[in-house]
């Protein structure tokens, strides 16, 4: 698809701060000074042990890792403890010494036995390790969503568990690996570490593939229709956090010194989600936080374990009570912990946003924090003149019940085709089909020459089909920008951040949003949800644009300035529409033809003048007469 605005010939480095990047990297660098501070107040007032810090610093990059993923899917895994523990244990070959992988694991090839490595080398094979398991369980992952992708993860931790105590040439088993060289873990290797994990994963979330990942857990009907490859998305998520979750793991068994499979197992896989829940999961700020503050809690339960143990068996309150030996007291506060978050903030402490997002921070960086925007130029891009869309005897059956049958008709670029008819006509599912969200169950759809009828919605809408939706699905979390930067990625993948950046700014522009620029989808009043969506659907360069219902619930100058908006686009840009829509002004001013259906069946089409006339047409139309 061509795009005729490309309006800022920018290059080089500054292209890639976009306003995403240009958060994620501020709200990285925020979080590092932060981390770095709270660890150097700890070592000063000798809070905590060295190794509990390194142990609440491995904690925060796993919690970043699972983030990852959970975050900009939604979906929460509750396997990547196991990743956690492939990490662990490939570390741990190349840095044992010698010696002690002689007794542990006698059975590993020669050039394993012999290797020391520093554990700075060591994380390498294990990300790559973390990296192998990913793609192979991500191939499972990616075709899952919502329950059955949590039980599947859950799945994988059971499994990867029994290999840890199965697989004993590797692993010794349950009896474990131990005497790791916790020395190897040291401070520069653990704030490199840090540093890696919050750089790789908030540039992942400023990217096309983190915003097409959000896009998803938004709503995956939308984000297929902008595009969006929601397997290849989800996989791809899950690799990387996988990999990332890996090196976690590397470290995690060198901050204690033992791999063992217990420690790949549940305890570890709650502990972290308690952590990512109680931060807000969906954002790295919140599972950054939620791994500071669980670390903290962690270990004064552990302490008040130890000091109730102690107390088992004696008699307190002058005798009226023995105490009980205390049992699994963790485990009961990470419970009564999550269960109150829950209750009082489900989004978690945080919620959405990242740090750099907060009020203050926006205030003190003011325009470093603005979307580039550039000159009033008006979006254009060029459809095709021969370009064509056709549905051939196009019918939707559910069982039995014929919802769309024998419906045909044409559309050229450039062409407004108004489908008109009663409600529960089969107008909607008529654009389902068409745009690949429903299959059909008999006829064809060709697009520009092409029998479209098997592609996929992403196909289609990669391929030139845009669309609205009658109840609208906006990418509610995400901001009115990256609504439409969603498309704008598909459609010029190309492109450099700030001119993609840019050319989203000029569609909301267009459709006189761009004042929302930053406020959230969701958030908007209802007649600019309406015209985001279109945004949203221009803004991927569609040849054919089929919109259902887009003035419904508008008010009638909303529906007024909605018509010649739409009047306007059209001619500059020449994609063919297919409206739906119940407010008869509108369609009578804007369509060049109608197409009436009827209990699933065309009842009429032509020019709009010869079909008001039609007796059949005022026959469904009783006492509405179109
Ligand atoms: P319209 O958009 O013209 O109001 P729809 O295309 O939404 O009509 O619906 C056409 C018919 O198909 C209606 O009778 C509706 O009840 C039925 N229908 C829609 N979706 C389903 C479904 N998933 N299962 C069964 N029937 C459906
Ligand atoms: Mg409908």
Redesign the pocket.
Known sequence: MVSGVHNTPSGGWASWFDLRSRESLLSAFLLFAIVCVLLAAAAYFELASPRLLKIGCVNLIAALALGLFSGSTGVLSLGHVAFFGIGAYVSAWFTLIPAIKGMLLPDMPVFIQQSQWSLWFAVIPAIIAGLLAGVLTGFVMRRLRDTSAVIASFGFLVIFYLLFIGLKIFTNGKQSLYALPIDQLSWPLTMTAIATALLVTFAIRASALGRAAESLRDNEAAARSVGVDADRTFFWVWVASAALMAMAGALFAHSIGIASPSSFYLDKTFALIVMIIVGGYRSLTGCALGAVLITIVEELLKHAEESLGALAGQQVLGGLIEMPRVFGLTALCFSAIILLVLYLRPEGVIGYRELAQAGLIRRLFGRWLEPASKGEEQVIYSVPKESELSAQSLG?N??Y?S??SDVSFEVGPGEIVGLI????????????VMTGN?FASSGAIFLNGENATQWSAHDLARRGMGRTF?NIRLFASLSTLDNVLTSVNVASPKLSRVDAEVLAMNWLRELNLDQHALEAGGSLAYGDQRRLEIARALALEPHFLLL??PAAGMNDSETHQLQQLLKDIVQRIGCGVIL?EHDMPMVMALCDRLVV?N??EQIASGPVADVRKDPQVIEAYIGESP
């Open positions: 939707k559910y069982g019940f919802a769309m008819g009663p409600n529960g006509a089969g107008k909607s599912t008529f654009i389902n429903l009658q259902d219902e739906i259906l209990k699933g």
